[in-house]
């Protein structure tokens, strides 16, 4: 399938896909630790950048997932989903956006739904085989491990966005 186009709306389930799925209990319980892959964090501030929306879908709730949304600049956090799809059409509505401009990427049973719904959908690369069976694209990192950073790059070369956003980087960067 060729990439839609006018894609505007990436849509990411967390555990596993933003993270690598491990949950730690440090502490015995006293805080959830995950870990996030700085270049996914990049790859969505240019996203972003390029005037796109991000939007974060979770079954789980976590302080962190809060705290890296709120460094990214995400505003569209949905924690303890029990309907992806609901979550989902309700961040678009705010959006003004419509399925078809969304792209969900997945890893779990949990994610198909959501990635059947959309416009585009994206397995990471250790989802798991039905997943992947569904989805239109796989990257070629694992989640928690530069997945993300794979299906924006993906995107943004499909839109033509792609170089822009490495000269913005690079004009970015030679400012520091």
């Given at each position: 399938?060729?990439?839609?186009?006018?894609?505007?709306?990436?849509?990411?389930?967390?555990?596993?896909?933003?993270?690598?799925?491990?949950?730690?209990?440090?502490?015995?319980?006293?805080?959830?630790?995950?870990?996030?892959?700085?270049?996914?964090?990049?790859?969505?501030?240019?996203?972003?950048?390029?005037?796109?929306?991000?939007?974060?879908?979770?079954?789980?709730?976590?302080?962190?997932?809060?705290?890296?949304?709120?460094?990214?600049?995400?505003?569209?956090?949905?924690?303890?989903?029990?309907?992806?799809?609901?979550?989902?059409?309700?961040?678009?509505?705010?959006?003004?956006?419509?399925?078809?401009?969304?792209?969900?990427?997945?890893?779990?049973?949990?994610?198909?739904?959501?990635?059947?719904?959309?416009?585009?959908?994206?397995?990471?690369q250790n989802a798991v085989q039905?997943?992947?069976?569904?989805?239109?694209?796989?990257?070629?990192?694992s989640g928690g491990n530069g997945?993300?950073?794979?299906?924006?790059?993906?995107?943004?070369?499909?839109?033509?966005?792609?170089?822009?956003?490495?000269?913005?980087?690079?004009?970015?960067?030679?400012?520091?």
């Open positions: 399938m060729n990439v839609p186009k006018d894609i505007s709306v990436l849509v990411l389930d967390v555990d596993g896909v933003l993270t690598d799925g491990t949950i730690a209990f440090p502490q015995i319980l006293q805080t959830e630790s995950k870990s996030f892959h700085v270049h996914d964090g990049l790859g969505i501030s240019l996203w972003q950048k390029a005037g796109n929306n991000t939007v974060l879908i979770s079954g789980r709730n976590s302080d962190c997932v809060n705290h890296r949304a709120k460094e990214l600049g995400i505003k569209y956090i949905f924690q303890g989903s029990k309907d992806k799809i609901k979550d989902l059409d309700n961040a678009l509505a705010e959006l003004n956006a419509t399925p078809e401009q969304a792209c969900f990427v997945g890893d779990d049973l949990g994610d198909m739904a959501a990635m059947e719904y959309v416009g585009y959908s994206i397995a990471v039905e997943v992947k069976a569904i989805a239109d694209w796989t990257t070629v990192r997945a993300v950073r794979d299906a924006i790059e993906h995107l943004m070369q499909a839109s033509g966005t792609w170089k822009t956003a490495v000269e913005l980087c690079k004009t970015e960067s030679s400012k520091q």
